[in-house]
Each structure stands twice: as C-alpha cells, then as structure tokens.
C-alpha cells in the first residue's frame, strides 16, 4: 500500500489535491496522511479546516511513497513554508514529489526541477522564484506534466495532475483510469 502525504498549509487551494486525495484513499487503498507546519488544523482558500495527521518536521521520505504539495495563497503573502529540504529528499531518494499551482513553482525555486520537463501556472511564475534554473524544460501546456517520478501542473489541471502522480506511483492502470476518466475529459479533445 502506497503512503502519500500532502502537505498543507494556511490558504492552501483546496480543490488541487482532492481528486488525488479521493483517488488513491477511496478507490486504491492507499493511506493518506495530511501534515501541516507545526501539526495545527489549517484553514483553505475555500474555507475548509483540516486538522492534519503530522507536522512537516515528522515527514521523513523512507517513510513515505510520495509527497504533494498544493499551491494556494500561502506564497502570494510571503508566508510560505519553504519545501527545499523536503522536496530534495524526497527527490534523491527517489520517490514521487508533486507540486501543483504556486507550489510547482516553489519547487522550481528549490532546484528539484532543473533537469525534469515540467510546468506550472506559467512560465513566468517560475522566474519569480530566486534559484530556478530549469527554464529549458518548461512545458507550456492546460495538462500536468511527469518526468522522473516529479509532477508539476497548473492550478486548473488538478486531474491531470492525479493521474501523472498515480503514474509516477504506478498506480493508474484500468480501475484508476476508469475511475477518473470523466473528471479529465475536458482535457481530451
């Protein structure tokens, strides 16, 4: 069974990793832990209070499949948690590391995207971030991208982004795909 732990934090956008959350929960028996900064309930964009499972400083990459970080206000108010020594482990360990939103671009800020294709809000976004260095392998498209077990997606992509991160975890055969192919059908055209 895969561990995924998603990463919150105040004004974190809650509809980024619902699907993802549900999907590997609900339909793949997998354990999904929540975290916050200091292990206090948070509050999103939307309004919904999580009292998470863990603190950020319990997250330890032997112990965990994945980690998820949504995007979310937190970085507009530059009150962001900074995810650098995180996402690198999780990175050099080997195991799935996703970002979606602001979050994808805060990882690029983190060199975790130097030398992956990914994407994120835009481009631009990105450049905002002091430390991005992987401008070469932006991919400029509405769809989650997935390259060496990193997923990055825009904020509008969260079902893209579900189904790039249950490929990262080799998760998305028939029932995943069956299960999640009429949330991502306004992609396929």
Not at 154 to 166: C, K, N, R, W
Request: glycine share 8%; hydrophobic share 45%.
């Amino acid at each position: 069974m895969a561990r995924i732990v998603i990463a919150l934090q105040n004004d974190y956008a809650d509809w980024e990793p619902a699907l993802l959350m549900a999907a590997t929960r609900y339909w793949l028996d997998c354990e999904v832990v929540t975290a916050s900064p200091d292990g206090r309930p948070v509050i999103s964009m939307g309004g919904l209070k999580v009292s998470p499972d863990i603190s950020f400083d319990a997250i330890d990459a032997e112990e965990f499949d994945a980690l998820i970080i949504p995007g979310g206000y937190a970085w507009e108010k530059g009150v962001a948690f900074d995810f650098t020594a995180l996402a690198t482990a999780f990175r050099d360990k080997g195991k799935v590391l996703g970002g979606i939103c602001a979050a994808a671009s805060a990882l690029g800020a983190t060199g975790v995207l130097d030398d992956v294709a990914h994407t994120g809000n835009s481009l631009a976004s990105h450049r905002k971030h002091p430390g991005y260095r992987g401008e070469a392998l932006y991919i400029d498209q509405p769809q989650a991208v997935g390259d060496r077990k990193i997923v990055t997606a825009a904020g509008s992509s969260p079902d893209t982004f579900t189904i790039e991160v249950l490929k990262a975890l080799d998760l998305y055969g028939p029932e995943a795909e069956a299960e999640l192919a009429a949330f991502a059908s306004e992609h396929r055209r």
